[in-house]
């Protein structure tokens, strides 16, 4: 069984490391290379992204592939053996329903223990050793997605191995938030906001998470912890959104519950 698992940590830890070079080279290549303005995407970022930060950002992602693939491979192993809550016949604990809600908990979950893992890693006291590689780029490029020191990716990479094992979640649930969590993590480090304006201050949008929402958190550290959900930031006063979101960056914000 150990055996297994350290194989299956080198595989995953591949396999993170390239879907994380994928997704983020992608995005670079579109936004930045490209031209964001073609897809209509607004630039958020005054600066356009230096290689000597992409570098800094690429080598910090790639050592949190290994973190993050440790506890993933245990779970993996653990249900290839029979074991965890995953299960793959999706009309159990009633179907269709169920897959809602059970990616819901898994979604509020997830954000809480961000929010509050992440304002813990603001402490002075634990900054500069657990977060300040992620907070490297006052103005990130897609590559800082993943670029988190060893002892962030630590505190964070094991919540959802471990929700798998008692909280009841079919496979393709499982991959569903393995590919938004990329995709939301990719996109609100940008750089660029890629959804319209109607929507990220629209009846959905404005609970949710943004590129906008974001970056602004890489330049006022005290403002934007939570991850997909604007609940946290409102309820603990640290909720803060640009004035006019086509020019942040500026000094031009305010707080906006
Ligand atoms: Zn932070
Ligand atoms: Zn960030």
Redesign the pocket.
């Known amino acids: 069984m150990i055996a297994e698992i350290v194989i299956t940590t080198a595989a995953l830890t591949l396999i993170i490391a390239a879907r994380y070079l994928v997704f983020s080279g992608l995005a670079y290549w579109l936004l930045w290379r490209r031209g964001g303005e073609k897809l209509r995407a607004k630039r958020l970022n005054r600066d356009r992204p230096m290689k000597r930060v992409i570098m800094q950002e690429i080598r910090l992602s790639l050592l949190s592939s290994a973190f993050y693939a440790a506890p993933a491979a245990v779970a993996l192993v653990y249900w290839l053996h029979g074991g965890t809550a995953i299960y793959d016949d999706w009309t159990l604990y009633g179907g269709a329903p169920y897959l809602l809600l059970s990616t819901f908990i898994y979604l509020i979950v997830q954000d809480t223990h961000y929010y509050w893992m992440?304002r813990l890693?603001?402490h002075p006291k634990l900054f500069s050793w657990t977060?300040a590689g992620?907070?490297r780029s006052r103005q990130p490029t897609p590559f800082a997605s993943f670029a988190f020191d060893p002892a962030e990716a630590a505190l964070v990479a094991w919540l959802l191995p471990a929700m798998a094992c008692f909280i009841p979640v079919h496979i393709g649930v499982v991959i569903a938030l393995l590919t938004l969590m990329t995709v939301t993590a990719v996109l609100n480090h940008s750089g660029w906001e890629v959804l319209p304006e109607r929507f990220v201050s629209g009846p959905i949008g404005r609970h949710l998470i943004s590129a906008t929402h974001h970056n602004l958190?890489h330049q006022r550290?005290g403002k934007n912890?939570g991850l997909y959900f604007r609940f946290w930031d409102r309820l603990m006063g640290t909720d803060m959104m640009p004035e006019t979101p086509a020019a942040p960056g500026t000094a031009s914000v305010s707080v906006t519950r």
């Open positions: 992440h890693m603001h977060h992620h907070h958190h550290y912890f």
